[in-house]
T-cell receptor, first 118, second 114 residues
Framework: AQKITQTQPGMFVQEKEAVTLDCTYD???????LFWYKQPSSGEMIFLIY??????QNATEGRYSLNFQKARKSANLVISASQLGDSAMYFC???????????????FGKGTHLIIQP | NAGVTQTPKFQVLKTGQSMTLQCAQD?????MSWYRQDPGMGLRLIHY???????DQGEVPNGYNVSRSTTEDFPLRLLSAAPSQTSVYFC?????????????FGQGTRLTVV
């Protein structure tokens, strides 16, 4: 079984500052994928970034980067130059391998509520 | 480009009533799943399917049934609604390729059981 821990229930950040959202995970699988999703107040789930367990380089997508430290089992999301529109819930999630060898369902953390202040 | 479509968006049920939440995707994805989101709990997997005719239980399956007769559709049935099933329900799909593809989510269904 997998477990995702997000220890920051809420964060306040000044606009244009960088912000790091923490995520630690626990799994006995050697192969897995790590994801970050954004959920604005409108409720939809928006995929941000993905990191595979065997990827040697940290993933980046525009202003988003994933600080992957495999030995520490952490996958922190870094948002550079934060904007007011970044205010939302952020969820860390992972997929491992199911019994059929395909990707399993997502296991989510409880989320971090990020508020960007002008 | 509809993606994953859930209906209805909002629903109020009385305790003991049954209903079906609909989910359809037009991306020819093999993998489909249902999650529920409760305050402070994140999303939790209810049921999932790796293809037509194949379903399996997730973390919180009790009180829910699913079936997968086509690749496109994956309905979630509440047999006898309970107040504990008040939640926001998300359907998601992803291709069954190598690795760990991202999941594409529907807009969600907000269900209230009174």
């Amino acid at each position: 079984a997998q477990k995702i821990t997000q220890t920051q229930p809420g964060m306040f950040v000044q606009e244009k500052e960088a912000v790091t959202l923490d995520c630690t995970y626990d799994t006995s699988d050697q192969s897995y994928g790590l994801f970050w999703y954004k959920q604005p107040s409108s409720g939809e789930m928006i995929f941000l970034i993905y990191q595979g367990s065997y990827d040697e380089q940290n993933a980046t997508e525009g202003r988003y980067s994933l600080n992957f430290q495999k030995a520490r089992k952490s996958a922190n999301l870094v948002i550079s130059a934060s904007q007011l529109g970044d205010s939302a819930m952020y969820f860390c999630a992972m997929r491992a391998t199911d019994s059929g060898g395909g990707a399993d369902g997502l296991t989510f953390g409880k989320g971090t509520h990020l508020i960007i202040q002008p | 480009n509809a993606g994953v479509t859930q209906t209805p968006k909002f629903q109020v049920l009385k305790t003991g009533q049954s209903m079906t939440l609909q989910c359809a995707q037009d991306m020819n994805h093999e993998y489909m799943s249902w999650y529920r989101q409760d305050p402070g709990m994140g999303l939790r997997l209810i049921h999932y399917s790796v293809g037509a005719g194949i379903t399996d239980q997730g973390e919180v399956p009790n009180g829910y049934n699913v079936s997968r007769s086509t690749t496109e559709d994956f309905p979630l049935r509440l047999l006898s609604a309970a107040p504990s099933q008040t939640s926001v329900y998300f359907c998601a799909s992803s291709p069954r390729t190598g690795g760990f593809p991202e999941a594409f989510f529907g807009q969600g269904t907000r269900l209230t059981v009174v």
